[in-house]
Nanobody, 127 residues
């Protein structure tokens, strides 16, 4: 059974850091690109960061460049999203997703590219 389980969310203050984890099971993580998406109340789900399977190339949406880092540990079947210098506008439910299509560039921020999704973890940035 394919499963993605996010963890690591929580309530933090502006400027703080969080590391989200996405534990994968039921499939070979090496073969899949992984994306992190987020959805704030009343807003559409947006792509945040993604990392390709073949070469580990990563992409980040403009609003998080320089603050977020995505990484993968295939041996542990886990993907991480390190989030630094958090802002209130980063508040959202964060989802990880897996894609066999290994999208490139802005394509990795398209929901349709992804086959499997986690249930999400809440991140709240507030003073």
């Amino acid at each position: 059974q394919v499963q993605l389980v996010e963890s690591g969310g929580g309530l933090v203050q502006p400027g703080d850091s969080l590391r989200l984890s996405c534990a994968a099971s039921g499939f070979t993580l090496d073969d899949y690109a992984i994306g992190w998406f987020r959805q704030a109340p009343g807003k559409e789900r947006e792509g945040v960061s993604c990392i390709r399977s073949s070469d580990g190339t990563s992409f980040h949406t403009d609003s998080v460049k320089g603050r977020f880092t995505i990484s993968r540990d295939n041996a542990k079947n886990t993907i991480y999203l390190q989030m630094n210098s958090l802002k209130p506008e980063d508040t959202a439910v964060y989802y990880c997703a897996a894609s066999i299509y290994n999208p490139w560039g802005s394509s990795c921020f398209r929901h349709i590219a992804y086959d499997y999704w986690g249930q999400g973890t809440q991140v709240t940035v507030s003073s």
